[in-house]
């Protein structure tokens, strides 16, 4: 048998009873791999590494040594809910570091998109070899890959992720969901107990709102991406909208238009809303939001984003269209 190819007979899981008998079956499996071993997880906050993060916790506890950098491109809350849900809720050991500033310095006047790619991804990876190494005695790597990194991409995690860890660090790998797909993740999420926001989070890419801060990187643009989002966010979860829309965020491009704020003229940025929906991320269509939302959308964000005095609405498909932005 192959060991990269999902079990033939392996049954679908789509039911609270079969998420528990994979929970009960890979944690048997996980105790007898690592033993009294050490485990490294990069733990981002997304679906599948907090899954497995969740799932070592329940196997080894504090054997687990979660990671979790910030690199200064997540939305708002984010590293806040990593660390209450992880640290104090499930009581991980959770490494936190701030390396904001680290990743900001090396991106500033970057404004090639695979270079800023290239930049976010090796800075990651440092960062995380660098805790590794303070680290004693770790003898495996775990990993939240899941079935479609395998089929699509030979294991490395997403096809243009910013992930792949160094191969120097020579662990032992612990893939627990590395048969699953992310519907069957998002199951097994939900069984061991993690908060929806977390279980059913939209797509979001590993370089983060770097990606929708088109051209250089700047901490002011990158602040108005985030507070845009975290807008946009409020309002799809207050209309319905959360869970139902595939994927949902802000974009801050690189240019200024004239606008009057208290009777001055202003040069400031637009932030362009986009809302997607899809299957695989290969095509996607526009999700119309309701005129009287894009107006409260508007007039909020023109009000309490600081910078920003306009705001469209994106309606393009992909293709021709991507999703994001670079
Ligand atoms: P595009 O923009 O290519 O995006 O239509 C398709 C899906 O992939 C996500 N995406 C990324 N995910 N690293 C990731 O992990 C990346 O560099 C990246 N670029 C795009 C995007 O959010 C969408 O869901």
Redesign the pocket.
Known sequence: MDKNRRPEDMARINSPALAKKFISEQLEALKKQIGDGKVLLALSGGVDSSVVAALLIQAIGKQLVCVHVNHGLLREGEPEQVIRVFRNELDANLIYVDAVDRFLDKLAGVTDPEEK?KIIGKEFIDVFAEEAAKQDGIRFLAQGTIYPDILESEGV???????GLPPELNFELVEPVKFLYKDEVRVVGKELGLPDSMVYRQ?????GLG?RCPGAITRERLAAVRASDAILREEFAKNGLEGKVW?YFTVVPDFKSTGIRDGKRCFEWPVIIRAVN?ID??S?SIEPIPYELLSHLADRIVSEVPGVNRVLYDISK?PVA?????
């Open positions: 790619r995690k997403a096809h243009h992720n910013v992930g797509p979001f890419p590993g370089p990606v994927q899809s991320a290969t996607a992909k991507t999703i994001e932005y670079e």
